[in-house]
């Protein structure tokens, strides 16, 4: 007898809002009221009639480098709709023509990295809501540009050539070096700081209110007071985040898990097929 994977078991009640948001998400005409809501500003932001360019995707798929090379690489902020991590925020772009980018993760690397942050959230669920995610939207592929978190985080600069190219937008793109990559990851390990005033400056600049200067000018104000705050979050790579991940394999190896670990992944070579992404 195959024996239960073993797993910290999410809570009754995470496990209900889990699905239940899943399912929820895939409805524009449901979700995004209850979005706009619960997500304010500056970050996450709901698309609305002042989105200049949609950047999301499934949890954990390198939205968050994304959006921070984007927008160092721009003259002058662009006002993004980004975050949302919901079917119905892509939706609703492809109906009402936004330029949009939908970053994409292989499934492993995606579920592994969602449970590391989400420990509310259980592997059978997360690799249904991953198929679930990128199976409703496929009959809206051919309105979105598609990067896989590869070449998100490693050839941004041609990403944001096809957007263009698909938009006929003109956004500058971003230059893929490594001093520009950790210009990106430094900022974004300041994610989790409890300083009120910094992070709204640092989730205005993700939206496209706060411009790099201003950036800049609170930084130079604040001095060593914004050190990063990174041991409680899991943003950006790390060692630690690695061993994790390595831990929760056997699990998402295990044959109980079979039929929705193929489902996902199905769903992401679907997904993929004939998007150009590399």
């Known amino acids: 007898?195959?024996?239960?994977?073993?797993?910290?078991?999410?809570?009754?009640?995470?496990?209900?809002?889990?699905?239940?948001?899943?399912?929820?998400?895939?409805?524009?005409?449901?979700?995004?009221?209850?979005?706009?809501?619960?997500?304010?500003?500056?970050?996450?932001?709901?698309?609305?009639?002042?989105?200049?360019?949609?950047?999301?995707?499934?949890?954990?798929?390198?939205?968050?480098?994304?959006?921070?090379?984007?927008?160092?690489?721009?003259?002058?902020?662009?006002?993004?709709?980004?975050?949302?991590?919901?079917?119905?925020?892509?939706?609703?772009?492809?109906?009402?023509?936004?330029?949009?980018?939908?970053?994409?993760?292989?499934?492993?690397?995606?579920?592994?990295?969602?449970?590391?942050r989400e420990p509310e959230v259980d592997m059978k669920n997360a690799m249904v809501a991953y198929a679930r995610f990128h199976s409703c939207l496929m009959p809206y592929r051919t309105s979105f540009v598609i990067a896989d978190f590869q070449e998100v985080t490693h050839h941004f600069g041609p990403v944001i050539r096809r957007i263009n190219e698909r938009f006929d937008t003109t956004f500058t793109e971003f230059e893929d070096t490594e001093a520009n990559a950790k210009l990106c990851f430094d900022l974004i390990k300041h994610r989790p700081t409890t300083i009120p005033a910094w992070r709204e400056t640092l989730l205005g600049f993700e939206s496209g209110t706060v411009t790099l200067s201003e950036l800049r000018a609170f930084q130079r104000q604040m001095g060593d007071e914004l050190e990063p705050a990174i041991e409680e979050e899991s943003w950006i790579p790390s060692a630690a985040r690695e061993h994790q991940k390595e831990a929760l394999t056997e699990l998402w190896t295990h044959p109980k898990l079979a039929a929705r670990r193929e489902r996902a992944e199905l769903a992401y070579q679907d997904f993929l097929r004939g998007s150009n992404a590399v």
């Open 1 to 116: 007898m195959t024996a239960e994977p073993a797993e910290t078991v999410p809570s009754p009640l995470g496990r209900v809002r889990h699905v239940v948001r899943s399912r929820i998400a895939e409805h524009p005409a449901l979700y995004l009221p209850f979005a706009r809501r619960k997500y304010p500003g500056p970050s996450p932001e709901v698309i609305s009639s002042e989105t200049e360019l949609v950047i999301d995707g499934y949890t954990r798929s390198a939205s968050t480098f994304a959006v921070y090379a984007f927008q160092l690489a721009q003259s002058s902020p662009v006002r993004l709709a980004h975050h949302l991590h919901a079917p119905a925020q892509l939706i609703a772009a492809a109906k009402t023509g936004k330029p949009t980018l939908v970053v994409i993760r292989e499934p492993k690397g995606a579920v592994l990295s969602q449970l590391i």
